[in-house]
């Protein structure tokens, strides 16, 4: 479970929990073997038969602590169901009723609830009680902190306890990644070199210290970084770890590269415009991506050799491979200007396009919504969302009624809100959209799309369309500290929330968007 930044559709930085865990309760040999057992069930997405199993060997070895810790660490990283943490925990207390971590996590399960107060008391009478591990335990809770979206506190507890000469790396990177998250990337980047300086091997530090660099505009110092993060794949896609990876001193002239999804559809989104930049380099390319963006893609660039996302690729016909986010680094962007201007990139099906126009009226501006992020299983991606995400209740409250037609662009079970509907009129044509390509259509026949950060917002801006990002207030390394623009989108238009409540940041969009509304209406 790491923390950090940003889309959701990207990992996040920060000192994991199973770290600070084993950071306390030391090396278990047993536990060890048990947990990568559990693990191949659960990337191999047999997260049911994975609990299972953690569930049927703690029943049966019941006295054994590690177990349940074990069990406990990779409930949390693969799932949120916290009832099975609580019940895990609970196993461990009644054995040894003082054990530090175990009390820890029961901490940290309050705080994820949303019993701050609780699970922040449980901490400091931890802390009171056992001063010899007041680091460790500073550790925990400020990342716990940092995953709820208390940045400030979270800073609060690193710098009390960096005063009183509790120097770690974790709370040296946590204080960095809290730093970041306020939007003070450039103060964050000491923070983790000093972590780093203590622990340079730890990846998560180095990460997140790239995702500051980024953050902070200090691309030519932050790709090299980014570049040697621990990739996010999928279990299917493990052989191309043995696949020779692409680097930027790689002559490509005549070279075969695939190029293949890394992270959330976001992510591949934004940086797909720098593979025409190897095409210029002499290199023939192959995607492969989700089928979501697989027929997108397709009507979109005629130099790339798009796979069907249900065929697996034969590697051993390509002389390399790179994730998606690695094209910024491969193509040598060291400012905003080296960002390709070609803007559009993605094109939506112009007979979708004139089918769907024929479908809303036309008097009015026509407006899309997304609410809400695509919901995770992994408590960490979970967290991330509930910070990124806000409720149908919430965006109308503040946006609607307005005079114009509004249309929903809102995927998943965050869409059932419109059930219970009775406001405005929404137009909800998402049931018969299949993929990208079909939300694109749409995205093309509205004049304004507004939306929290996720994949949709990316589409958007790669579309050229006219886009309203509402920002969380930790906002993603993407969006850089400050601005109301992106150089990512020029498209866009950035609504930042400065507090973890998107109150008024909403309340800002509403207003923009009514003053929108009428200068249409006056031309």
């Not at 049966?60 to 069990?71: K, M, R, W, Y």
Request: proline share 5%.
């Amino acid at each position: 479970m790491s923390q950090g930044t940003e889309n959701v559709d990207g990992p996040e930085n920060g000192s994991s929990v199973e770290e600070e865990w084993w950071k306390i309760a030391g090396s278990p040999p047993d536990a060890a073997r048990f947990s990568q057992s559990c693990e191949t069930l659960f990337l191999a997405g047999n997260g049911v038969s994975g609990l299972q199993r953690i569930l049927e060997t703690v029943s049966v070895h019941q006295e054994a602590i590690l177990l349940s810790l074990a069990g406990a660490t990779l409930v949390l990283r693969h799932t949120s169901r916290y009832e099975i943490v609580e019940l895990l925990l609970r196993n461990v207390l009644r054995i040894d009723a003082d054990h530090v971590v175990a009390q820890c996590f029961l901490a940290y399960v309050s705080i994820v609830r949303g019993d701050v107060a609780e699970g922040c008391a449980s901490f400091a009478t931890l802390m009171n009680r056992h001063p010899d591990q007041r680091t460790e335990i500073g550790e925990f809770v400020s990342m716990s902190l940092l995953e709820v979206g208390y940045p400030v506190e979270a800073l609060n507890v690193t710098m009390s306890l960096l005063r009183e000469g509790n120097i770690s790396d974790s709370l040296l990177n946590n204080a960095g990644c809290a730093l970041e998250r306020l939007n003070r990337s450039d103060e964050a980047l000491a923070f983790y070199e000093k972590a780093l300086q203590i622990n340079p091997g730890r990846k998560e530090v180095a990460f997140g210290h790239a995702c500051a660099l980024i953050k902070a505009g200090q691309f030519e110092k932050g790709w090299p970084l980014y570049f040697e993060r621990e990739l996010q794949i999928s279990a299917r896609q493990s052989d191309l770890l043995a696949r020779k990876r692409l680097r930027p001193e790689h002559v490509l002239t005549g070279r075969h590269v695939l190029l293949f999804q890394e992270q959330g559809l976001g992510d591949t989104i934004q940086f797909i415009r720098f593979a025409t930049d190897l095409v210029r380099r002499g290199a023939r390319i192959t995607v492969h991506v989700p089928a979501s963006l697989t027929r997108l893609f397709r009507q979109s660039f005629a130099n790339l050799t798009v796979l069907d996302a249900t065929v697996s690729p034969d590697l051993e016909i390509f002389d390399y491979v790179a994730p998606i986010p690695d094209l910024p680094y491969l193509s040598g962007m060291h400012t905003v200007q080296d960002i390709p201007v070609n803007v559009p990139y993605l094109k939506a099906d112009p007979l979708a396009v004139a089918q769907i126009k024929t479908t809303l009226p036309t008097d009015k501006p026509r407006i899309g919504l997304v609410w809400a992020g695509e919901r995770r299983t992994r408590s960490e991606f979970a967290l991330a969302d509930k910070r990124r995400s806000i409720s149908f209740e919430e965006m109308v409250a503040e946006m609607l009624p307005v005079d114009a037609t509004v249309v929903s662009l809102q995927f998943g079970p965050a869409r059932d809100a419109l059930k219970e509907w009775e406001g405005q009129e929404i137009v909800d044509p998402m049931d018969a959209v299949s993929d990208m390509a079909d939300t694109a259509a749409i995205m093309q026949t509205l004049d304004l799309i507004i939306s929290v950060d996720t994949s949709p917002v990316h589409l958007a801006g790669a579309l050229g369309c006219p886009v309203w990002l509402i920002s969380r207030w930790d906002a993603c390394w993407r969006w850089g500290d400050d601005g109301q623009g992106s150089p990512w989108y020029p498209t866009m238009r950035i609504f930042r929330s400065r507090e973890r409540s998107f109150a008024p940041v909403l309340q800002e969009v509403g207003r923009a968007l009514r003053l929108w509304v009428e200068m249409r209406q006056s031309r």
